[in-house]
């Protein structure tokens, strides 16, 4: 929100630090104190190895942020607020739920045909499908 106010404004408030520069020391902090956590595209996240959220959390979160990915980023969002309050049941439930939505999404912006209600197995059958045969020259899988 305070990106959105002028400098003037922020400045009469008393705030003096930039949001991106507080956003970079708070995850700095959290770091440097071996706390666990960092603030990505707007919400306190759980990170159990940095190697882990650098190379798969951090470019699945930009990628959920893209246009045509709403609901997946909101359910991984969810999984993950689940995850970090010990709910291994609803994490799981949710996780599956954005992995289900992504693959939609997918499937939707390249026009690819599936039927509603479909399942995480039946939206991989047509994904893998669609990967070996793109033109759908060649008998099904």
């Known amino acids: 929100m305070l990106r959105k106010v002028s400098d003037h404004t922020r400045k009469q408030a008393g ?9 970079d020391e708070l995850n700095t902090r959290f770091n440097q104190h071996a706390i666990g956590y960092r ?3 707007g919400s306190i996240i759980q990170v ?9 959390v951090k470019p699945a979160l ?3 942020h893209a246009n045509g990915f709403d609901g997946a980023s909101d359910e991984f969002i969810r999984a993950h607020e689940h995850y970090r309050k010990g709910r291994t049941k609803e994490a799981i439930a949710e996780a ?3 992995f289900e939505s992504t693959m939609k999404s997918i499937c939707a912006a390249r026009n690819w045909a599936y039927p509603s ?3 995480a197995k039946t ?13 759908g020259t060649h008998e099904p899988l």
């Open 62 to 64: 930009m990628l959920l």
């Open 15 to 23: 705030v003096d630090q930039y949001p991106d520069d507080a956003i």
């Open 123 to 135: 939206l991989l059958d047509i994904l893998l499908r669609q990967r070996a045969d793109p033109d």
């Open 39 to 41: 603030y990505e595209s």
């Open 96 to 98: 599956l739920k954005a």
């Open 48 to 56: 159990d190895s940095e190697y882990v959220h650098s190379e798969a």
């Open 117 to 119: 209600g479909a399942t």
